[in-house]
């Protein structure tokens, strides 16, 4: 079963929710700071949501995060491939989330707009993310087991050589 610092791991690995870097726990919503720290978001663990904040007319406030892949989803994603792939494939469920929420603002507002320009600029940096993800740990996980990253894997006939007809 995976613990709450393994989710939090990888929220803040995928960037989900966005432009977090850290995430601190806190009992409720009354345990939330005063002064709350820049890049960080607080899960409440009394109602398993997590709080950023927001700045309205030069005040700070909290409000919930939303979150594009939910807790129980990365649990199970942990649970079935470990920590290190579930970074990739936590990458691919957020580039699939951005890609349907583009449908749905390409339908509502059309393409011209900013709105689906921030929304395809995210799900090309996310699938990208995704992509090299899968790579670095195929390369990761060779190097562990000792593997040559720059042999080709060939099989190839060679022959005995023969020199100047075979006379020396």
Partial sequence: MATIDQIHQIRVAVKDPYD???IQTVT???ALPDTPALQTAYYDTARGVYWITKTVKDAMRYEIARL????KKITSIIDSV???LGECRTL????RELGEEMRVVRLSVGIDSTQFQTVDSMYKYYNAMANNCEKSVEDDIKRKQGVDQSSTGGF???SKPTIAGGLI
């Fill in 82 to 84: 470990g920590v290190e």
């Fill in 68 to 71: 594009r892949v939910g807790d």
């Fill in 92 to 95: 691919h469920l957020l580039a």
């Fill in 20 to 22: 977090i870097i850290d």
């Fill in 28 to 30: 409720d919503q009354s």
């Fill in 156 to 158: 190839y006939r060679t």
